[in-house]
């Protein structure tokens, strides 16, 4: 019989994930801080939940989709919190992205009351938690990883639902994920605006690029974005701020130098100090198009 789980965090992401979890049979309790979101998924059959507390009680796996380390520090560890009721045995799988050192100390705490604790990240987006497709990076105990990892592949593509190591490893994975997009997503913004800053149609550059070695999703999907003008979120600019503060931490706490991932930070500050906090993050394109003093919907796709 599928074990009882508990979902708290029904954010852009969060709910979809939900959804797909009670398609693949899991009965579901959940709790978040928007109540339509609650009664959106109670709606569908699952059990809503006053407290992280009362999620806890009733669940032998606890899943966590929160946006920053202190909203996970106070879901598992504040009063009413998930440790406050968690049962023996159970696995609480956090799959927000949030600092590695806090992941740690939150595991042990975790481990204190006979669980075990995962950080498991994911990449994909909107896009990916609705078509349970998203990539997933998991750290922390490899047979408490082998327990759920069907309850992940409810929202994963299996292929893509991978053990990196010990636990906080899913957290560096992540982090390492955004540094990857940050410049991506960087060289494809500057490249359009060299198109068009010389006179030459982007969504043509990219239709050729897209057949030879600078290929890849970032110019496939956020480079359609740029080109159509569409910073409808499916992640959000100040989520990525965030990521990329914890990738600098990250950096500096191992002696690691990352120049590039420096410059796309600053591109984002901007981006979010001109009041795009809450477009998608392919907005970056915007800070790079205005520099060149190019028109963004001079080519569409």
Not at 213 to 220: K, P
Request: charged content about 20%; some cysteine.
């Amino acid at each position: 019989m599928p074990e009882t789980v508990g979902f708290i965090g029904l954010g852009v992401m969060g709910k979809h994930m939900a959804k797909n979890l009670m398609k693949g049979g899991y009965s579901l309790v959940v709790h978040s801080r928007s109540g339509g979101s609650v009664d959106e998924i109670a709606s569908a059959g699952a059990a809503a939940a006053r407290s992280p507390a009362e999620v806890a009680r009733q669940a032998s796996v606890v899943i966590t989709m929160l946006p920053d380390t202190p909203d996970v520090e106070l879901v598992l560890a504040g009063p009413d919190g998930v440790l406050s009721a968690l049962r023996p045995n159970s696995v609480v799988i956090d799959m927000s992205s949030i600092s590695p050192v806090a992941t740690r100390k939150l595991a042990a705490q975790v481990g204190a009351r006979s669980s075990a604790m995962l950080d498991a990240p994911v990449s994909g987006g909107e896009i990916g938690a609705i078509n349970a497709a998203l990539s997933i990076m998991v750290g922390g105990d490899a047979e408490a990883f082998a327990r759920v990892k069907p309850i992940l592949a409810c929202m994963g593509n299996p292929e893509r639902i991978i053990h990196i190591g010990e636990s906080g490893a899913g957290q560096i994975c992540k982090v390492c994920n955004q540094v990857a997009i940050g410049g991506a997503l960087a060289g494809v913004s500057e490249a359009f605006a060299l198109a068009r800053k010389a006179g030459v149609d982007a969504s043509r550059v990219r239709r050729a690029l897209l057949g030879g070695f600078a290929a890849s999703r970032v110019l496939e999907v956020h480079g359609e974005r740029m080109l159509k003008g569409d910073y409808k979120p499916g992640f959000r600019t100040k989520l990525y701020q965030k990521d990329l503060r914890l990738a600098n931490e990250a950096a500096a706490a191992n002696g690691v130098a990352m120049p590039a991932t420096a410059i796309v930070t600053q591109l984002v500050n901007a981006l979010v100090a001109s009041g795009g906090a809450n477009l998608d993050y392919a907005a970056l394109g915007t800070v790079l198009f205005e520099m060149a003093r190019v028109d963004e919907n001079k080519s569409q796709v």
